[in-house]
């Protein structure tokens, strides 16, 4: 019952993770296109805020429940097949970019809207987009990862 509960809360910080990163990149973002830049910055700023919240959950919820998960259903990493090992690799990858995005670009960000500095800004939401970018692959190529090997691939 407990594994049940753990793998469960690992997969809704998977899916609220990867799903609203993809949501972003793929719907909000070109949706924004039809506002002027400023109108378009106070949106992501919102959106962004509200969405690295629940990334700041569902991230310690991931990494918890894979690791309960990995020691008490595989009996640690020598008894895991290479998807756990590559969901491993991957979250350690995904959660270190969340934190260089949102000690970096994130907070650059937040000042340059603060000091009311637009091309700043537009610049610092550049690399909040690649930064997203790279980790909406890295969580895609997690959940692929992860189907394939639980399916004996």
């Known amino acids: 019952m407990l594994g049940k509960l753990l793998y469960?809360?690992?997969?809704?910080g998977a899916v609220?993770?990867?799903?609203?990163?993809?949501?972003?990149?793929?719907?909000?973002r070109p949706a924004l296109a039809?506002?002027?830049?400023?109108?378009?910055?106070?949106?992501?700023?919102?959106?962004?805020?509200?969405?690295?919240?629940?990334v700041w959950h569902a991230m310690p919820v991931l990494l918890l429940t894979g690791y309960a998960l990995l020691f008490g259903w595989y009996g640690g990493f020598a008894g895991a097949g290479w998807h756990i090992h590559a969901m491993h690799l991957?979250?350690?990858?995904?959660?270190?970019?969340?934190?260089a995005l949102f000690t970096g670009p994130w907070k650059e960000f937040r000042a340059a809207q603060a000091a009311g500095d637009r091309p700043k800004a537009a610049t610092a939401m550049d690399r909040i987009r690649?930064?997203?970018a790279?980790?909406?692959?890295?969580g895609l190529l997690t959940v692929a990862a992860s189907a394939w090997g639980r399916f004996g691939g």
């Open 8 to 12: 469960v809360l690992h997969l809704l």
């Open 16 to 28: 609220l993770w990867v799903g609203g990163m993809a949501f972003a990149l793929l719907a909000l």
């Open 34 to 54: 039809a506002l002027e830049p400023p109108q378009r910055l106070l949106v992501h700023e919102g959106a962004l805020r509200r969405f690295f919240l629940i």
């Open 90 to 99: 991957t979250a350690i990858i995904m959660a270190g970019v969340f934190v």
């Open 130 to 132: 690649q930064l997203v």
């Open 134 to 138: 790279m980790n909406l692959g890295l």
